[in-house]
């Protein structure tokens, strides 16, 4: 296997893989909880991370109209997660193009905890680029 990659988020609210617990998004990203996958609810998120598109995209017609979709997976397990839309046909959709459908079946809200502790990677980064030395737990 080739290189891997995995960014750990923090935030209020973090969504999770079901199957393996990768971190996919945060609630700060999603802008829509209202929508409709093919396992019922789903969010509409503005960036997803550790997850990767289907090379294929597909024309899909669905409540709102025609759009053009790759399938989302996760970049650990390769669960199907949603999708991401590549192109609306209907004018009022177009806020939707580059932005990722998440099925809520497939994922669990993971509540921030332990912030003290558990550092996310990126601050852990930051302090060794500025020549501080982190403080330990011991
Ligand atoms: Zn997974």
Known sequence: ???SYRT???GETVYVCRSCGNHLAVQESVMSKNFTGQHGRAYLCR???????????EDR???TGKHTVRDLFCRVCHQVLG???EFA???TEKYKEGKFIIEREMIYEC?????????PVIEVIQ???TSQVPVGRG
């Open 1 to 3: 296997m080739g290189r």
């Open 111 to 119: 509540p921030e905890r332990k912030r003290n502790v558990d550092k």
């Open 47 to 57: 960036h997803v991370v550790n997850a990767y598109t289907s090379a294929e995209a």
């Open 89 to 91: 046909y209907e004018p």
């Open 127 to 129: 302090e060794v680029i």
């Open 61 to 63: 017609t669905m409540r």
């Open 83 to 85: 999708w991401k839309y």
């Open 8 to 10: 750990y988020l923090a």
